[in-house]
């Protein structure tokens, strides 16, 4: 992981810190702050290296994609696309064009769901998995991204567990803290399947996809 995606990780993790301490009524200022942060350091990348405008556009296209599967599947509980889109438009962009998509599907998604103190948890949990995606390359084996896009379903699960702990179970013990992941369970494995199933039988051809666009463009 180079040092640019080392300052996004500990920025992002000291949000979520100040997000702990003044309490969830400024959930909203911490998940702009979240995202300026993000942006922040995407664009200072961008002014770094020589960039175009198509790459925003794939960045939308890929955002506008994950939030529309989210939005579409939102009565079948932890059914939803969107770790599959990011983690392919994140191989295909890069570590930090992953964090920072991650971040613009959670808060722009949540316009529909609703906006709350589990919003900048919910950004750092897909811009976490953008990131790792992102360390990945696009030759990356079937059966090593269908793995991750398991984990990840996990991941992002363990992380919104952590928010609810934190801000809901008292007193936290061990058995409260395990009491908390098994009812959780269920919902982070169908998300965690549903995300490997869709790798494995579509994952690659639409790697290709992304990949053929990002050479006619040469774009990242």
Known sequence: MNRKST??????????ILMAVFSSRNYLLFSFGFLIVTLGVYFWRFE???????????????CALAVVGRIIFAALPSVKPELFILILG?????????????TIIALTSNMYFGQGVWTPWQMFALGMIGLISGLMSSGVPKWLLVV?????????GWIMDVYYIIGYVDPITIKSVFTSIMASFYFDFVHALFTAVLLLFVGKRWIKLFNNYKQKYDLF
């Open 7 to 16: 300052i996004l990780l500990v920025l992002s993790l000291l949000v979520l």
């Open 48 to 62: 770094k290296s020589q960039h175009n405008s198509k790459e925003i556009v794939f960045i939308a296209i890929i």
């Open 90 to 102: 994140a191989v295909v962009s890069g570590p930090e064009t992953g964090f920072l998509m991650g």
């Open 148 to 156: 991750w896009g398991f984990a990840s379903g996990f991941l992002m």
